[in-house]
Each structure stands twice: as structure tokens, then as C-alpha cells.
């Protein structure tokens, strides 16, 4: 008999919501990461009131660096558009810290977690999963792939395409001093978002009690154009005086993940179940991938338990994905709207963002996931 259930790979927060989840339901996962927690992640680092409801942490009560916002600027061809709620829409967090924090949750619920362990083979169907590390092999009925834009689950098992749109990212996330954080502060706290001139993507300014978040993400930026792009915003931030001149950042550094528009990727198969970055559920145009990556690993725990429990498959757990994050594929607007030319879209982007409500509801609340806390 094995000595584990379900064996998660990867445990950043799908996975480690998964492993808590089942952890929860008294059964033994296993949690296998090559990193050495706590871990540098890089990302912008918010995550909305319905992720921390699927958590079940209050956000009065989370123990780090958690920094509640009700507002939030966008910025496009030199206009500033800003955005207030009554309650908080989302909340910035360091994810070295709450990376760290769900994973020792899960191990304290009872999963097995081992960190700095590479995966160097897996294998999964009707007979079960077979996983190959530097450390030995790990079995189990169910496998669940949770290690982000490269897991090796969804490289073996995902029929990953060569179409698949990939966003690159770079970003600096910097803690203040004392002296430097009361200057800042003195500047506002509200986050602001920069939509890039030719709709490829957007850059962030996002403070975080005492921290610092800048970045930008874009598609197409492996042939160099990146970082013209993280050089032109750290510039703007600069002229605008929201970044002064003498503050030394911690250097930029890059990373890259899937959106969930073209080619999507195999969700479930015999014996096994994609969660979160490793399924390519991050939002489309946004980016924001940790509210799908929490809500898929809820939902992955739930069909791990169905199936050891009753025998149902993983199928299920698939359609429920689709149901929530779509296909994977555009459209016919969206089909249409990438053809749009240039000009017109612009347009229809400064109509968009002039717009309070449409502000609200599309961009905040549909690309985004930004909703307000409920009361």
C-alpha cells in the first residue's frame, strides 16, 4: 500500500491549498518542491477578498505583511483614471511570506511536505502515479501538478502546445527603511497600473506597508523589448516623482507564465489533475494568477477526494475549470477584437478606462478578479 494518497508537486499556493484540503479530509498527501521554503517568488503580490474567503483567513487576523486597499489608478496615453470602493478590493501581500505561511498550514494540518527535492520524471494512470526524484520514487493513486508555468506534470502529462501565449515578466519588490517609507508614504499609497501604449501589456507601482512592488509584464517581450519597456517605466516613475532618484531598489528580476487564451492545456487525465499556473489559469490581459491558482486547488482536493472516496473520476474536476475560466481559446469578440487595428483599439481602451463603471466592472472586477469585500 502506498504511504501517501495524492502527491502534489509543487507548493507554492495551489498546491498547498490542495494538500491542506485533503489534509483536512484525513487523507496523506505528499508535497514535493525544489525549492527550499521560505522562497523568493516573484509577483506583484495581491490577492482579492474571494481568494482569502477560499483560504479562510481573515485578513485582520493574518499574522504578515498584509496591506488592504480600496483603491486603485490606471494609467494610459498621459491620463491618470482612479478607482475607490467602500471596502476593500484586494490586498497586497509579500509572497515570500505567504507562500511559506499556506504550506506550513498544510503541514500542520497533516500533509507530508519535503522541500528541495527536484522531479525528474512522472508518470500517471489507471494503476496509479509514479514519481521519480533525486531522492528516490514516490506512488500514489493521484498526482496533482501544481509547480507553476514548468511543472514537470503538466510538461509530461499537459500535451502542453507550441502556441501557448506566454507572458514575461521582470520586477523589483523592495523593503523601506524607516526614513525611506515615511517619505514615500508622504507620496501616496494608492497602486497604479500603467497599460502599455501598444496594449501588449502593463506596468505596476504597488506599495505595501513597508514594501515596494514595481514591475511590468508583457507578451512578445523575449526579443529584448522588455526591458525598453522596464526602463521607459522606471523613468515615468521617476518624472512623476513616485520614484525618486537616490532610492536604491533591490535589482530586477524576471519570470514567466501562461495565460489562459490560446492552446489550452490537458486540465485531468487517468490519475492525475493540473492546478494553477500549471494549468495555465492565470487571466488573461492581467496576469493575476493566485485567486485561480487557490480556487483550483480547493477544487482538485475536492475531486481527489471524490475519486479515492467513490470512484469518481477527474473529469469533473476539469469541466468545473472550463466552467469558471473558459475554454482557453478565444471567442468570436475576442477573435475580432485582436483584429481590431491599433488605433481603434486604443480608442476603445480610453473609453474603457474613462469610464467609472466600465473601470469597475471590467477591468477591475472581470480582468482583475478586484471585487469589494463583502460586508
Same mark, same amino acid.
Not at 501517501?4 to 479530509?25: E, F, M, N, Y
Not at 506596468?203 to 506599495?207: A, D, E, K, M, V
Not at 489533475?273 to 494553477?276: D, H, I, M, S, W
Given at each position: 500500500m502506498p504511504a501517501?494518497? @495524492?502527491? @502534489?508537486?509543487?507548493?507554492?499556493?495551489?498546491?498547498?491549498? +490542495? +494538500?491542506?484540503?485533503?489534509?483536512?479530509?484525513g487523507l496523506r498527501p505528499l508535497v514535493l518542491d525544489a525549492a527550499v521554503f521560505p522562497r523568493v517568488k516573484l509577483c506583484a503580490g495581491w @490577492?482579492?477578498?474571494q481568494a482569502l474567503a477560499d483560504l479562510?483567513?481573515?485578513?485582520?487576523?493574518?499574522?504578515?505583511t498584509i496591506q488592504p486597499f480600496s483603491a486603485c489608478a490606471l494609467a494610459f496615453e498621459g491620463a491618470r483614471h482612479e478607482t475607490r470602493w467602500e471596502r476593500p478590493a484586494s490586498y497586497g501581500i509579500i509572497r515570500?511570506?505567504?507562500?511559506?505561511?499556506?504550506?506550513e498550514r498544510a503541514a500542520a494540518a497533516g500533509a507530508d511536505v519535503r522541500w528541495g527535492i527536484r522531479v525528474t520524471g512522472v508518470a500517471a494512470g489507471p494503476a496509479g502515479a509514479r514519481v521519480e526524484t533525486e531522492r528516490g520514487v514516490f506512488e500514489a493513486p493521484v498526482l496533482m501538478g501544481a509547480g507553476g508555468h514548468r511543472c514537470p506534470v503538466a510538461r509530461a502529462l499537459g500535451e502542453i502546445s507550441e502556441h501557448e501565449e506566454v507572458v514575461v515578466a521582470q520586477e523589483s519588490e523592495t523593503r523601506l527603511t524607516p526614513e525611506w517609507h515615511q517619505r514615500l508614504a508622504a507620496l501616496g499609497t494608492v497602486p497604479e497600473l500603467y497599460v502599455e501604449p501598444d496594449l501588449r501589456g502593463y506596468?505596476?507601482?504597488?506599495?505595501k506597508q513597508d514594501v515596494i512592488n514595481i514591475g511590468i509584464g508583457c507578451t512578445g517581450g523575449s526579443n529584448g523589448s522588455l526591458l525598453r519597456r522596464r526602463d521607459a517605466l522606471v523613468s515615468a516613475l521617476g518624472a512623476s516623482g513616485r520614484l525618486p532618484a537616490d532610492l536604491p531598489l533591490e535589482p530586477f528580476k524576471g519570470h514567466a507564465y501562461v495565460v489562459r487564451r490560446r492552446a489550452p492545456r490537458r486540465l485531468a487525465g487517468e490519475g492525475f489533475?493540473? @492546478?494553477?499556473d500549471a494549468a495555465g489559469l492565470a487571466r488573461a490581459l492581467s496576469g493575476a494568477g493566485l485567486g485561480p491558482a487557490i480556487r483550483s486547488g480547493?477544487? +482538485?482536493?475536492?475531486?481527489a477526494v471524490g475519486l479515492l472516496r467513490r470512484g469518481a473520476g477527474l473529469d469533473g474536476y476539469a469541466r468545473e475549470i472550463v466552467r469558471l475560466y473558459g475554454p482557453g481559446e478565444p471567442g468570436w469578440v475576442g477573435q475580432r477584437l485582436a483584429r481590431l487595428p491599433?488605433?481603434?483599439a486604443r480608442a476603445a481602451v480610453r473609453l474603457i478606462l474613462g469610464s467609472g463603471m466600465m473601470r469597475r466592472r471590467l477591468v477591475f472586477g472581470t480582468v482583475f478578479g478586484m471585487r469589494e469585500e463583502a460586508p
Open positions: 501517501h494518497d @495524492v502527491i @502534489v508537486v509543487g507548493g507554492g499556493p495551489g498546491g498547498s491549498t +490542495a +494538500a491542506w484540503r485533503l489534509a483536512a479530509a @490577492v482579492t477578498p479562510e483567513i481573515d485578513p485582520e487576523k493574518y499574522p504578515l515570500r511570506e505567504f507562500d511559506h505561511y499556506l504550506l506596468g505596476w507601482f504597488f506599495p489533475c493540473l @492546478v494553477g480547493r477544487l +482538485a482536493a475536492e475531486a491599433e488605433a481603434i
